[in-house]
C-alpha cells in the first residue's frame, strides 16, 4: 500500500479530517458541512446543484447536510421564484 499513491491520498485527507474534527466538535459540526459553509461564505449564495458540483457531491447526499444546517438556522434554503426547481442556499 504504501508504493501507491491513490493510498497516500487517501490517508493524507483523513488525516486532514481528523485534525478538523477536534475543532469542530466543539460547535456541533461536521467536516462536511464546514465545507459548505466555507463555500457559501467565499461565494455567497448558491443553488443547490451549483454546491453539489463545487463540493464533489450528488444533490441526495447534500440535501440532508443542508437541512441540518437549516435546522440550526444556519442556512436557508428557498425555491427560485420563476424557476421552482431550482433550491437557493444562503447563509443566515
Do not use: H, N, W
Amino acid at each position: 500500500l504504501s508504493e501507491m499513491p491513490c493510498f497516500a491520498l487517501y490517508a493524507a485527507s483523513r488525516a486532514v479530517t481528523q485534525a478538523y474534527r477536534a475543532v469542530l466538535a466543539e460547535e456541533d459540526i461536521t467536516y462536511p458541512q464546514f465545507l459548505v459553509l466555507v463555500v457559501l461564505a467565499s461565494e455567497g449564495e448558491s443553488s443547490v446543484s451549483a454546491l453539489a458540483s463545487a463540493m464533489f457531491l450528488d444533490s441526495g447526499t447534500l440535501s440532508p447536510l443542508l437541512q441540518r444546517l437549516e435546522a440550526r438556522q444556519i442556512l436557508t434554503r428557498e425555491r427560485r421564484k420563476g424557476d421552482e426547481r431550482t433550491v437557493i442556499v444562503a447563509l443566515t
